[in-house]
């Protein structure tokens, strides 16, 4: 199987490329790629929406992604998942507050946000540790921190670590 075939689209983003794959009409992954993987366009109506809903938050990172979602997880993690949908663009928790609010630990928020299948439409970039960034798990390639740097830049919050 070729990368392509994994996808129903391939698309540029301000910090590399990336792999839209697809369920029907809801989005199941959302992989970051090497800058140089080439862009494979949407296949399909329900793919070229989530594309333009992703292209209008690269411009504007207030745009709300409002894709449907295919999220498989335990329940646990699908707490969390929903939690970090709830975090606007611009604002960010860290693992300990958002651990307070589920009554769980920071680990376990960490380790949720690590098995996040669909990074920027679940925003886990926007939860950080207490002394810095924190992780940016789930990345296939490149310098996740830099992604999570530039996606929280983007959304207007200052440098955190």
């Not at 295919?70 to 707490?79: A, K, M, N, S």
């Not at 380790?111 to 990345?139: D, E, F, K, T, W």
Request: net charge positive; hydrophobic share 45%; with cysteine.
């Amino acid at each position: 199987m070729t990368i392509h075939n994994a996808y129903q689209a391939i698309i540029a983003a301000p910090f590399s490329r990336i792999g839209i794959a697809m369920t029907g009409e809801a989005v199941r992954m959302l992989d970051y790629l090497p800058a140089d993987t080439p862009e494979l366009p949407p296949t399909d109506a329900a793919t070229a929406a989530v594309v333009a809903q992703l292209a209008a938050y690269f411009r504007d990172a207030k745009t709300p992604l409002t894709v449907a979602l295919i999220l498989v997880g335990t329940p646990f993690q699908q707490r969390v998942w929903m939690a970090l949908k709830a975090i606007p663009p611009g604002t960010v928790l860290s693992y300990g507050e958002l651990a307070q609010q589920l009554g769980t630990a920071a680990r376990a928020i960490g380790n949720a946000c690590r098995s996040n299948p669909v990074p920027i439409l679940i925003p886990c970039h926007r939860v950080v540790s207490r002394q810095g960034l924190g992780g940016y798990a789930g990345a296939v390639t490149g310098d996740p921190l830099a992604i999570k740097r530039w996606l929280l830049r983007h959304e207007g919050v200052e440098q955190v670590g």
